[in-house]
């Protein structure tokens, strides 16, 4: 009865707080992509340098700068073999209008539950707000199920975090990020 007792009082305790570091074997993690298909790091990881980053929401300013950073860099990432992977806590509609309206040529994952924030140790508030949006002349409203702070990751092919910024400068990440992957061999 004890030993119940007190596995029921350890189960309501806060969970260690995840606290990568570079050199640290990347967390494995799944969420559905901008399409609704489930993207799985095993299916990438070790294949391609992964570059996972964190955004607060879409169709707001300093992630919308962000995101059109990647996608007009987009042609050095894939010269060196990098895949870039947007991570928000929008849902899979969101991500599909976000995608679409500004010609996003990367992969947007909806992390509405803040599953994979957490994963990385990224700050991560889980809430429903609402954004609204004009798309052709029609204001639009988009779910956001959690809040997750603006975090980059570069995954080496090893699969070990070859770099952590957790003070991103939204309109210059994708050349910071360049400049790390130029240098990784």
């Keep these: ?6 596995l029921a009082l350890l189960s309501l305790l806060p969970q260690d707080k995840v606290d990568l570091k570079v050199g640290d074997a990347a967390p494995k993690f799944e969420a559905p992509d901008d399409t609704g298909k489930a993207w799985k790091s095993e299916d990438h990881v070790g294949k391609k340098i992964i570059v996972v980053y964190f955004y607060p929401a879409s169709f707001t300013g300093g992630c919308t700068k962000q995101a059109c950073a990647f996608r007009d860099d987009m042609k050095g990432f894939t010269d060196k073999d990098v895949e870039v992977i947007g991570v928000s806590g929008d849902t899979v509609p969101n991500q599909e209008a976000f995608k679409k309206f500004y010609k996003l040529n990367f992969a947007l994952l909806a992390d509405d539950k803040g599953q994979v924030g957490n994963a990385f140790g990224v700050p991560t508030k889980v809430e429903s707000k609402t954004v609204k949006f004009k798309i052709d002349d029609k204001e639009q409203e988009f779910t956001r199920g959690a809040t997750i702070q603006r975090w ?4 080496d092919k090893a699969g070990k975090i070859a770099y952590k910024n957790p003070k991103v400068n939204a309109a210059e990440d994708s050349k910071a990020v360049m400049d790390v992957i130029s240098k990784l061999k």
């Design 152 to 155: 980059t990751f570069v995954i």
């Design 1 to 6: 009865m004890k030993t119940l007792m007190t």
